[in-house]
């Protein structure tokens, strides 16, 4: 028998709720067409000031060639908002930039309802922009990065202008998930394995992404006022050239019997089993490890630098570090091993009260 983690998923559906308003629970091959939770209903929907404090929204993009990692996130907390942006030199083992910015409610920081086809996601700031948007008919996601030398603190400023292509690529994963604790419903869609084109100028260097490999994390919720997880994401390339990428959770997403752990490689998408971290908290650039239950993943992380969100805002307290390096190791899936070397990618070490 095929075990269940290598079923083919099935099609995403046409909306997040049934037309009774009950949440379409199960993970999925596909991009979600709008993240409509307004059509949940009953105990799923929570009164307008329940929604205020506990709709979540972000967009997370990652891109990497052998020789730089770069990433960018936009998040929508409906009260406050904030970004940040990360480049890693991956062969001197350097940051060469590393910057956040925290902003109000409203038109500074956008993140949309659709996740694929006519995503939009931005933030705008002195001296700083980034966002992320894909036309109705498009089949790339147009990336930018516009971060003054006010804001980098360094003599360089950081730009990136990048495109992440959807054509040719593996199918996103979507995952409609219930949330423990005082949360209610979560929505995420990711993707990796991504072709990535486009330049990056940051910390006094150039470099071209094309032929790079990246993906993206759109996630947006109703979720628990104290949320933790641990993540790990990753995108880069087999030995004979071939675009790999995978994403595991543990701790979040993981209700009602589904996960959003997933290996893509090529044009193919293999759901995976539930994931485990080992790693020490207090040293976060030790190395770490990333197994399933089943035994069919054996991933270990070198750490080259680590990206923190330390805030302590009252209403908000954030314990967010994000460690940038390289994945070497195996993924059985699909009836093969896969063998991983210096894979480019981050794990997350997350503890929220918002």
Partial sequence: MTPERELPLPPVPNSVATSQGEP??????GELREVDLGRLKGRWAPAM?????????????????????????VVDLSYTSSAFAVAVDLKERRPLCDVSFLGAPGPQAEVG????????????TLGGRLSARRGEDDERFQLEVD??????GSLQSFQWRGELLVAGGPPALTLIAPVDG???????????????????????RHFRLDGGVGGQDYTQGYLSRHTAWRWAFAAGRLADGTPIGFNFAEGFNEGGGDNENTLWVGDRIYPLARARFEYDRNELLDPWRVTTVDGAVD?????????????DLRLVVSH???????????VRAGGRTYHLSNVPGVTEDQDMVW
């Fill in 24 to 29: 379409r629970f199960g993970r999925y091959q």
């Fill in 49 to 73: 000031a329940a929604r205020l404090l506990k709709r979540k929204r972000w967009l997370y993009t990652f891109a990497a060639t052998p020789e730089v990692a770069a990433f960018f996130a």
């Fill in 113 to 124: 309802d659709k996740p694929g086809a006519g995503l939009s996601a931005s933030f705008r």
């Fill in 147 to 152: 971060v003054s030398r006010l804001r980098t």
């Fill in 182 to 204: 005082d949360g209610l419903v979560n929505v995420t869609q990711k993707r990796s394995g991504l072709l990535a084109l486009g330049s990056l100028e940051v910390g006094g």
């Fill in 299 to 311: 991933l270990h992380f070198k750490p080259i630098y680590v990206h923190r969100e330390e805030k």
């Fill in 320 to 330: 967010f570090a994000q460690p940038v390096g390289l994945f070497e190791g195996t």
